[in-house]
């Protein structure tokens, strides 16, 4: 398809935004077809990145149309563009649209991609198995990474919240706490723990506020640490984690850094925005302001330039 003048350009996931959101969703369609933008369906994984990076080339914006993992392969196709990145949230758990005050709601999205307030933030480069990439939500291996590749093998059919308590219920039976070696920014700690989630958002998994006063744009990332603990106690604790609440739980520990490398015995899966892309050890590093962002109108000023990649 031409993307020749092209001011939107929306890449979506053919296989979201169906079942009750249809309507939304073609109500949106049109409102973006009235503003000039075109459309570019997935066809495999990996296609986002390559259809992002082609888009990119243009300037202009960007709009990631499904869930998380869509999102983040279209910013790995456009970092070091110039091109603004947008997101309609048509996923499971879209947490980076939760953290832009979007949420899941479509019309708002739509406004904000054609007449939102761009603003620069931080994005987080990750190592593993010999793979890298870049996330702009939460990493981490251990517990989470485990529900989380659960979920990816069947639970789709619940959404959000509902797929991930779902999930923590069926993997807590068989997860054990590992050893785990974590060091931040030179600081190497090693503990028995449940997990360790690298943060540069608040929430994932639908709304789980793990790390709440994580924020995109101050050039760190928060470390959650959740010690080992027993099954009963941590199904206590669990639900304080939707309001933020567990972070005062004495097996809980946060800390922030720029660069931080997480080794464990036995190796876990390590989880990047949703997706399992290895196992550990693994390395993230937060790169400061390194892509623009649609805000809804009125939010924060733009930053003069991104961090070169």
Request: hydrophobic share 40%; aromatic share 6%.
């Given at each position: ?44 994984p ?20 499904g ?34 005050a ?5 019309s ?13 933030v ?53 997860y ?33 506020r ?76 937060v ?12 939010g ?10």
């Amino acid at each position: 398809m031409d993307l020749v003048n092209a001011p939107i350009t929306v890449i979506q996931n053919p296989a979201s935004g169906r079942g009750k959101r249809k309507p939304e969703w073609e109500a949106a369609r049109e409102r973006l077809r009235a503003a000039g933008a075109i459309f570019l369906d997935t066809e495999a994984p990996g296609h986002a990145q390559a259809l992002a990076t082609k888009a990119a080339e243009l300037g202009g914006t960007v709009v990631a149309a499904g869930g998380d993992g869509t999102l983040c392969e279209v910013l790995n196709g456009m970092l070091g563009s110039a091109a603004t990145l947008a997101v309609l949230p048509l996923g499971t758990g879209n947490d980076f649209a939760r953290s832009i005050a979007l949420g899941t709601d479509l019309s708002l999205a739509v406004t904000t991609a054609i007449e939102g307030t761009p603003h620069y933030v931080d994005v987080y480069h990750w190592s593993c198995d010999g793979r890298q990439g870049y996330g702009l939500n939460v990493g981490g291996c251990g517990f989470d990474a485990v529900v989380a590749d659960r979920i990816n093998q069947g639970y789709r059919w619940l959404r959000g919240t509902q797929a991930y308590v779902a999930a923590v219920v069926e993997s807590l039976y068989r997860y054990r706490p590992a050893s785990l070696c974590i060091d931040v920014d030179g600081v190497r700690e090693e503990t028995t723990a449940m997990l360790c989630s690298v943060a540069n958002t608040p929430s994932y998994g639908g709304g789980m506020r793990v790390a709440p006063d994580a924020r995109i744009d101050d050039g760190l990332l928060d470390v959650v640490v959740v010690r080992g603990t027993g099954r009963v106690e941590f199904l206590r604790a669990f639900p304080r984690v939707f309001n933020g609440t567990h972070t005062t739980h004495p097996k809980v520990h946060i800390t922030r850094g720029r660069s931080i490398t997480i080794d464990s015995t036995p190796p876990l899966p390590v989880l990047v925005d949703g997706e399992i892309v290895g196992m550990s050890p693994v390395t993230f590093e937060v790169v400061p302001q390194a892509i623009r962002v649609m805000l809804p109108a009125g939010g924060k000023d733009s930053v003069p330039r991104p961090a070169v990649l």
